[in-house]
């Protein structure tokens, strides 16, 4: 297609055909996806936005819905899996029969996350994890003395590029999600870089029919060797179904 970076093929109907460097990191794998055994992997999905205090009553967040993180946690439970959801703000309704924790600051997901992410064969991380935080959190409520207020902002830490860069050996899988609004697969490609995760699932928040708050999405899979797979506008829980096929292939 026209927004096809230079010297990138995208697969038609073979998924990652060539996908040795995935396939050899371990026995999840093997194990599948959709075997119906409980127990045989184990999945932590990240959803929902952070909500970063600026004084006792207000705070910083996102317009997050949760859905996606929500729909592939479902998926992965129907296949099978162990798993747990960390979840931030979010407006859609949670699934009621899966383990989930709920926290509010980026620096609680983060110890959420690292709580879990060792014993997980796989980490799924669709949160919308907000860039900055208060740096000086007020302790009363502010007042409106001043005709202008500045709040300093300091940066939250990038959980799934930390996770990506300290698993060491570990085979646990690790998947970003990336959304942008422009030169989607360029972003993305640069992004799967720079995270160091396995899989980023991109998709394009220019568009009002699918992502950020819709029922429905349409996601290219980016995977470590760039390989690339379009998945198809679908609902939400079936994109699901597909990118975990995808990244356990
Ligand atoms: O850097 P950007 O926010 O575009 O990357 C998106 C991916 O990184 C998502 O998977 C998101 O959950 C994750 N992320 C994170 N920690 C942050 C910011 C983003 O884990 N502080």
Redesign the pocket.
């Known amino acids: 297609s026209n927004n096809t970076p230079k010297g990138i093929v995208i697969e038609k109907q073979g998924i990652f055909s060539s996908g040795g460097t995935v396939t050899a990191q371990g026995g999840v794998h093997a194990a599948g996806i959709g075997s119906g055994n409980a127990s045989e992997w184990s999945s932590v999905t ?1 959803t929902g936005g952070t909500v970063e205090a600026i004084d006792p009553v207000r705070y910083i967040c996102n317009r997050s819905s949760g859905k996606m993180g929500y729909e592939i946690a479902r998926a992965a439970k129907n296949a099978g899996a162990d798993v747990i959801l960390i979840s931030g703000n979010a407006t859609a309704e949670p699934p009621t029969d899966i383990k989930f924790v709920k926290v509010k600051t ?1 620096l609680e997901m983060r110890e959420a996350v690292w709580a879990e992410f060792d014993s997980a064969d796989a980490v799924i ?7 900055y935080r208060v740096k000086n959190v007020a302790a009363q409520k502010i007042k409106k003395t001043y005709a202008t207020l500045s709040l300093e902002l300091v940066k ?6 930390d996770i990506s860069s300290s698993r060491g050996n570990s085979d646990t899988l690790i998947v ?4 942008e609004s422009e030169n989607l697969l360029d972003n993305a490609i640069k ?1 799967i870089q720079s ?1 160091g995760c396995d899989f980023i699932i991109a998709n394009d928040i220019s568009r009002q029919d699918i992502g950020f708050n819709s029922d429905e999405n349409e996601v290219y899979i980016i995977e470590k060797n760039l390989g690339i797979k379009k998945l198809e506008k679908n609902t939400k829980d079936k994109i699901s179904e597909q990118i975990l096929e995808e990244i356990f292939e």
């Open positions: 990240i980026a991380m669709a949160a919308a994890v907000s860039d939250n830490p990038d959980i799934l590029k970003g999600f990336c959304a992004k995270k």
